[in-house]
């Protein structure tokens, strides 16, 4: 696995940028600090008061803070209008020498909070704290509810993605009982075949949404989603390869943020090979699943996988290590408390091995209890069904 550096990776999580657009003066003049802001990402972009902001800013954006010129008609019209066409983010003027009419234009023009230029740290900490608050409150009803659940392998062939089919199968039978919709989306756009382990060929995949660009709307999401006999919607990977690299971060993370109000469960089925985009749907995730089997190549693997996450910020508690296809043998060369100590990190979820079992109930594309109501992989991943339930803190 190549190594990264953090700084250059930028890990989208919906709604958490903080865009200061200011003047090269005002850049220069301005006190900075740390790059996280009251829990935001603070990025800088060096604009002239009068010129437009540009799209790609407006849509990442949670707060912007924007400088304005009194003295040029243009620089107060781009401020009200950014603030009338963009209700959901939250707009803070900057202004040198504020005097009392500019106080009262920006007031006129619903603008709630001003900060003084040049700008100061605490006070950049102190108004933004103050705007987060309140558009927080004001969202809380609107957000979509539904809990991001990932899962992705140590090193290939660790059986990963056949875990993930069976446990989101049964999760979804045990969330149709409930009253609640459960999605799996296969995001390995080269080696994906999540469908095929339940038994499905959909004739629509991940790439129609990709495709729909602007046109993507809920409508479009659900017509897509393929129906298994658990009650599970399937998004499937591409019929043909799909270079990662081509996925853009900002539209992979709209999609599973959409099907977040559609489903109260989003299981992603995540690639390998780690992309800006997937690192972005992990670091926005609320459950990560790491699987791993006990042999050193494996374990050696999770253990980078582990730190890399939690060097980008991803955080420890998130993260849970599978160890999958588990012997039941008096003397293994490696067992359970020899994968905790090589990880660094308890592991509490295992799946026993049942290959003949398993193998049948991906081949028939049903759910292993289907074809043996009791045994001891369908005993396992009830425990991993009861420890989602547990992390995402529902009865």
């Not at 829990?39 to 707060?63: F, Y």
């Not at 740290?121 to 979509?144: N, T």
């Not at 799946?351 to 759910?367: C, P, S």
């Not at 992989?377 to 803190?393: H, T, Y």
């Amino acid at each position: 696995m190549p190594e990264f550096e953090p700084n250059s990776w930028t890990i989208r999580r919906p709604g958490a940028a903080a865009e200061l657009v200011l003047s090269e003066e005002e850049v220069l003049a301005a006190e900075f600090g740390p790059s996280v802001v009251g829990g935001m990402s603070l990025d800088t972009s060096r604009i002239e008061p009068d010129d437009p902001v540009p799209a790609e800013i407006i849509k990442r954006a949670r707060v912007i803070v924007i400088e304005v010129r009194p003295d040029r008609p243009a620089s107060l019209a781009r401020l009200i209008r950014l603030h009338v066409e963009n209700p959901t983010i939250g707009v803070i003027a900057a202004v040198r020498n504020m005097s009392i009419p500019t106080m009262q234009a920006l007031l006129r023009a619903g603008i709630k909070d001003v900060i003084a230029l040049p700008l100061v740290r605490s006070d950049l900490e102190a108004v933004i704290d103050r705007m987060r608050e309140e558009i927080e409150r004001s969202q809380v009803q609107s957000e979509p509810t539904g809990k991001v659940v990932s899962v992705i392998a140590s090193v290939g062939g660790v059986g990963a993605t056949a875990l993930l089919t069976q446990a989101a199968a049964l999760y979804a039978k045990r969330e149709g009982d409930r009253g609640f919709g459960t999605c799996l989306f296969d995001l390995d756009l080269q080696g994906g075949n999540a469908a095929t382990h339940l038994g499905m060929s959909p004739a629509l995949t991940i790439s129609e949404l990709l495709d729909a660009g602007k046109r993507l709307d809920p409508a479009v999401l659900t017509s897509v989603a393929s129906a298994h006999g658990s009650g599970l919607k399937i998004i499937a990977a591409p019929a043909e390869l799909m270079p990662t690299d081509t996925v853009s971060t900002d539209q992979i993370c709209d999609i599973v943020h959409m099907a977040t109000a559609e489903y109260r469960t989003v299981f992603l089925d995540l690639p390998s090979d780690w992309t800006n985009w997937s690192l972005s749907l992990v670091a926005q995730s609320d459950v990560v699943f790491l699987v791993v089997e006990l042999s050193i190549a494996s374990l050696r693997q999770a253990q980078r996988q582990l730190a890399l996450l939690i060097k980008l910020g991803v955080p420890a508690e998130k993260i849970q290590v599978v160890v999958n296809r588990v012997e039941k043998k008096l003397f293994q060369q490696i067992n359970l408390k020899d994968a905790s100590e090589t990880i660094g990190r308890p592991i509490g979820l295992s799946v026993t091995n049942d290959f003949a079992l398993m193998n049948t109930a991906l081949n028939r594309g049903v759910t292993i209890g289907d074809i043996k109501a009791k045994s001891h992989v369908g005993r396992d991943l009830n425990k991993l069904l009861d420890a989602i339930d547990m992390l995402l803190e529902r009865a």
